[in-house]
Structure formats: structure tokens, C-alpha cells
């Protein structure tokens, strides 16, 4: 009854003692100052880890990053658990740091085999995101450790040599002359048309 009547009146304290606060921003600190009071009380590590890692939620939330991660590290110290270390790692995946938490979650790979699906699962998205990161920071560059060659021709070179080539073939056979002759002896002389006859030329008056 009086633990009850306790945090009836933290509650009721912390409404009037933060009013600048927002009410998301209020009940994260009602939070922090439990935990803050239960850890005062508290002696078994495992359950001073517990409370850090609680408050280290509560700080995530609120935004205060440095303060997230300090109470993470503090309850693995007071306690190495899996399950902290599985929050850190998501946590530093959560705000970016992906090279850290790949790290994290090769340590969980490594000291705790049972949280093998989570940890995987981690690691692939980590190091997914982290080559990408270092991608876009680090663009691929082209380097030339040869001089260039002055007489080397490329594809389109030898096509665009090729097409002038035809054109000047082309051009040679309109300045010869024989396209000057009537079409009539090109037909007659043509070998396999010798022995046509030619046919006659009609008129346009029809």
C-alpha cells in the first residue's frame, strides 16, 4: 500500500515539478526518476543490469542518445546478458552506427549461441547497410596506370573509316560516267539481260 501510494504521489509530484516538458517528454522522465529510485535500492547485478537497460529505453526514446548507450554499457558490466547485448546492437543499427553494430552482433554470435536467429539477422542487415554507407562515402575511381595510345582505334572508328569509305566508293561511281547512259544500254549490255528485249519507253499522255 505504501509502494502504491508512493508512485501516486511521484506521479502527482512530477506533473507540477516539470511543467515545461511535453507530456511524452514528462512521462519519460517519470520513468527515468523510478528507475533512479529503484536503483538506489537495488544490490543483485542482474537486476541493477535490468534496470539500466530499462533506462537506457527510456533514453532512446526520449532522443538522448549518449545516454542511451552509457546505461547499455553500464548494465553489460554489471551483468553480461545476452539480451542486453541484443538491444545494444539493435540500438546502434537504429541510429546508424552500423559498423558497430555488426560488431555487436558478431560478440552475441559468438558468446551467445542461442540468440543466433536475431544476432543473423543483425549482421546481414548491418553489413548490408554499413557497404552501402561506405559506398556513397567512397565512390569507385577509374585510374589509368598506362599511357594512352595516340594510334589506337576504337570500334567506332573502324565503323566511322568504313562508312567514309563507302561514301567516297559511292561518290567515285557517280563521277565515272556510267551512270550517264541511258538505261536502255545498261540493260542490253548486262549480261544476264543481253538477250531481253528492251523494253520501249510510254508516253505520258495517258
Not at 120 to 139: C, D, R, V
Amino acid at each position: 500500500m505504501k509502494i502504491i501510494s508512493f508512485l501516486i504521489f511521484t506521479i502527482f509530484l512530477g506533473s507540477f515539478c516539470i511543467p515545461y516538458l511535453s507530456a511524452s517528454e514528462s512521462d519519460f522522465q517519470i520513468k527515468i526518476n523510478l528507475i533512479n529510485e529503484q536503483l538506489s535500492a537495488v544490490k543483485e547485478p542482474k537486476a541493477k543490469a535490468k534496470l539500466y537497460a530499462y533506462r537506457a529505453r527510456s533514453y532512446a526514446k526520449s532522443g538522448n542518445r549518449e545516454q542511451a548507450i552509457n546505461d547499455y554499457l553500464t548494465a553489460l558490466n554489471a551483468a553480461y546478458e545476452g539480451w542486453i547485448l541484443n538491444e545494444l546492437g539493435y540500438f546502434m543499427f537504429n541510429i546508424g552506427e552500423f559498423e558497430k553494430a555488426y560488431n555487436v552482433s558478431t560478440r552475441i554470435l559468438n558468446d551467445f549461441p542461442y540468440l543466433k536467429t536475431e544476432a543473423t539477422k543483425l549482421q546481414l542487415q548491418a553489413k548490408k547497410k554499413w557497404e552501402e554507407e561506405f559506398l556513397k562515402n567512397n565512390p569507385p575511381t577509374i585510374t589509368l596506370d598506362t599511357a594512352p595510345d595516340p594510334n589506337r582505334k576504337t570500334r567506332n572508328d573502324l565503323m566511322n573509316q568504313k562508312s567514309r569509305g563507302n561514301g567516297s566508293y559511292r561518290s567515285s561511281r557517280k563521277s565515272s560516267g556510267k551512270s550517264s547512259k541511258p538505261i536502255s544500254e545498261h540493260w542490253g549490255n548486262h549480261p544476264a539481260t543481253k538477250h531481253i528485249p528492251v523494253p520501249e519507253r510510254r508516253s505520258l499522255d495517258y
